[in-house]
């Protein structure tokens, strides 16, 4: 079965804060993808990564950077928290062959709160 | 752009059937189907290729209509474990160049 671990299921943080959210895979895929899901916004795509130290700004990157030194782990990083970045947080994982046509499976999300 | 997934919501009784739209702009590559309950992990259904086809996973199947870059997704004789919040999930390449755009959601609620 495949694992996405995220480091915390929950997370209070102070505004201005460097913030560092981190995931680990292993099903040694290449893809790893980072998401945030507010109420009735849905998930919407911060970052993703398709091979180590690679990344793709997806539809909402600001106020955010990643990285990916290891094919196993993606980190989110938000330079200076704000209050406006309170949402759950997912990072999920899919082997290559194109984004589109492979399953992509989730971790139990982060719960970040910043004050 | 976000596909627009169609009801927002819809409660049904055990035993009924349901059906969920999902539709973009845009020319489609492939559909996602996820179902996420509360407090859990969004878990994958079933992916739909450019090219019509319609796929099953038991009681629960879907349709992708490129023409129209729409997709639906078919639930029959519902049962209480369908309850949740199904997305769609949309890509416009087969490429890694682009990530899944989803919907906001559809929820669906299953009654005794």
């Known amino acids: 079965d495949v694992k996405v671990t995220q480091s915390s299921r929950y997370l209070v943080k102070r505004t201005g804060e460097k913030v560092f959210l981190e995931c680990v895979q292993d099903?040694?895929?290449?893809?790893m993808f980072w998401y945030r899901q507010d109420p009735g916004l849905g998930l919407r795509l911060i970052y993703f990564?398709?091979?180590?130290?690679?990344?793709e700004k997806g539809d909402i990157p600001e106020g955010y950077s990643v990285s990916r030194e290891k094919k196993e782990r993606f980190s989110l990083i938000l330079e200076s928290a704000s209050t406006n970045q309170t949402s759950m947080y997912l990072c999920?994982?899919?082997?290559?062959?194109?984004?589109?046509?492979?399953?992509?499976?989730f971790g139990d999300g982060t719960r970040l709160s910043i004050l | 752009q976000q596909p627009v997934q169609s009801p927002q919501a819809v409660i049904l009784r055990e035993g009924e059937d349901a059906v969920i739209n999902c539709s973009s702009s845009?020319?489609?590559?492939?559909v996602h189907w996820y179902r996420q309950k509360h407090g859990e992990a969004p878990v994958f259904l079933m992916i739909?290729?450019?090219?019509?086809e319609q796929k099953g996973h038991e009681k629960i199947s879907a349709s992708f209509n490129e023409k129209k870059q729409q997709s639906s997704l078919y639930l029959t004789a519902s049962q209480l474990s369908y309850s949740g919040t199904y997305f769609c999930?949309?890509?416009?390449?087969?490429?890694?160049?682009?990530?899944?755009?989803f919907g906001k959601g559809t929820h669906l609620i299953i009654q005794p």
């Open positions: 999920a994982s899919s082997f290559v062959q194109g984004v589109g046509n492979q399953p992509q499976h």
């Open positions: 099903m040694d895929h290449e893809n």
């Open positions: 990564s398709y091979d180590v130290k690679m990344k």
């Open positions: 845009k020319a489609l590559y492939s």
């Open positions: 739909l290729l450019k090219g019509g």
């Open positions: 999930g949309t890509s416009h390449s087969g490429g890694g160049a682009d990530g899944l755009t």
